[in-house]
């Protein structure tokens, strides 16, 4: 039996930094967003996708990432990843206006996609039995560690050196991080030889995603049942429609549409486009309550998100050592309870310190569920199907997160833009309810197992 390589730690700890480096880009920008919008003066549907952008070609382009590196091997996509999302990350700090702005977030988009699913295939390729479970462990907690950091150090950047550092600070990071990586980095040989990239099916599954993300950013001014409204997700149908049909008819889809038939897989990704959409959600409307609404800082705001940090850390690291004992339906159950509870909170008292409480106790519940959302969807994936089933949890990772942005963007547009704080409450009360909803949702989809081999956790 051939001897495991004794520096897949070390490999590890760099893919985890890279990882780290992706999903902190989500909510880094959140402390910054009212800075941003003074400084270059942007709307508040602009603002959004300042964000959303980000998300959207991450989510949208990451089937096609994790194919690539199924086609042309995961080191050449790692490293060709990591270097077009360092650039852009360069190309967005020196943004003077909209354009550059949110061109820029496209290509780091564009880098992270490439990126996330070539480096959690190495993973899963490196590791196996328990060691997989502690190693996804370590996976989980830096990618859930990351979107809860992202925050506190958003805040630090801005209220320092100033907003464009939340950008800058990945150039000199990627830089070292790509040079050892590309001294580390095992060549490999593609999982498969026999298929091409299918471009036309990525730019379908991202434009019908782009669509309805436009459509729910703008619900708050024209209606949620307006016609503008209804419209345009009716758009967003027909375009997943044509995706569909694309991917039945082309020599090499994009993906087969029937692992999304198999039960673990549909109630992981389903799992996993929850608790993004309310982790990112959550961290918004906190972002500009305590700056908008409490008129702190961005220092004062970063810092009250540290212990929402360490919650997202223990939530992941405390449901990684039980979902081999107790399943993934009961970790996703329990996890949502909690997070429920801890949005309540706030949408039932005012006031920073319910803010951060209930964050802090709620992100306790979302790193757990992202724990059962992995564990669930590669319970029953082949080791031929692994770029393909990590792109496919990553893909519903950063729709949560673009969705969950729109949605209470839309919801709290008043007080996002005004002085009063009805709106946060709604934002707040929505997320509760959608908590509570997946709760339940999670004991009929999440099937009865319990995993001895481990899985994959896509952030």
């Known amino acids: 039996m051939e001897e495991p390589d004794p520096r897949r730690w070390r490999l590890l700890g760099l893919l985890a930094v890279a990882q780290f480096m992706l999903i902190l880009d989500v909510t880094v920008v959140a402390i910054a967003l009212p800075h941003i919008e003074t400084d270059l003066g942007l709307r508040r549907e602009t603002l959004t996708w300042v964000v959303s952008a980000y998300t959207l070609m991450f989510g949208g382009l990451m089937l096609l990432g994790g194919r690539a590196a199924d086609l042309f091997g995961s080191r050449r996509v790692v490293l060709t990843g990591l270097i077009v999302f360092t650039l852009a990350s360069l190309a967005t700090g020196l943004a003077n206006g909209p354009e550059l702005l949110l061109g820029g977030r496209v290509a780091q988009g564009i880098g992270a996609a490439l990126l996330s699913p070539a480096a959690l295939s190495v993973v899963t390729k490196t590791f196996d039995g328990e060691e997989r479970n502690k190693a996804l462990g370590i996976w989980s907690a830096m990618g859930g560690g990351g979107s809860a950091i992202g925050v506190l150090l958003g805040g630090l950047l801005t209220a320092g050196p100033g907003w464009q550092w939340v950008f800058y600070v990945n150039v000199p990071i990627g830089l070292v991080v790509f040079a050892v990586l590309w001294r580390m980095l095992p060549v490999d040989l593609p999982a498969t030889r026999d298929g091409r990239i299918d471009v036309p099916g990525a730019l379908l599954v991202t434009a019908g995603t782009g669509t309805a993300i436009y459509a729910l950013i703008n619900a708050g001014d024209r209606g949620w049942l307006s016609l503008a409204t209804l419209g345009t997700l009716a758009g967003a149908v027909v375009l997943y429609g ?24 549909a109630a992981g990704t389903f799992l996993i486009l929850v608790a993004t959409a309310l982790m990112i959600a959550i961290f918004f409307l906190g972002s500009f309550y305590l700056q908008h609404f409490q008129q702190y800082g961005a220092l004062r705001t970063g810092l009250l998100f540290l212990p929402v940090a360490i919650a997202a850390i223990i939530g992941a690291q405390v449901a990684g050592r039980l979902v081999g004992h107790v399943g993934a339906r009961l970790v996703a ?37 992202f724990v059962a959302a992995s564990t669930t969807t590669f319970a029953q994936i082949d080791y031929r199907e692994a770029g393909l089933a990590s792109g496919l ?20 547009a008043a007080s996002l833009s005004g002085t009063v704080s009805t709106g946060f409450t709604r934002g707040f009360t929505f997320a509760a309810i959608t908590a509570a909803v997946a709760a339940a949702l999670a004991v009929v989809v999440v099937p009865a197992f319990k995993s001895s081999t481990g899985a994959v956790h896509a952030h």
Do not use: K, N, Y
Not at 245 to 263: A, C, F, G, H, N
Not at 335 to 364: E, H, K
Not at 404 to 409: D, H, K, L, N, R
């Open 333 to 369: 159950l329990v996890g949502f309870l909690i997070a429920a509870v801890g949005m309540a909170v706030p949408a039932i008292w005012d006031g920073a310190i319910a803010i951060v409480t209930g964050t802090t106790v709620g992100t306790i519940g979302i790193g757990a569920a």
């Open 393 to 412: 949890l990553s893909t519903f990772h950063e729709f949560g997160a673009s969705l969950g942005v729109a949605v209470v963007s839309s919801v709290a």
């Open 242 to 265: 044509v995706f569909a049909w694309v991917q039945r008819t082309v020599r090499s889809p994009l993906m087969d549409l029937r692992i999304l038939t198999r039960r673990p897989v």
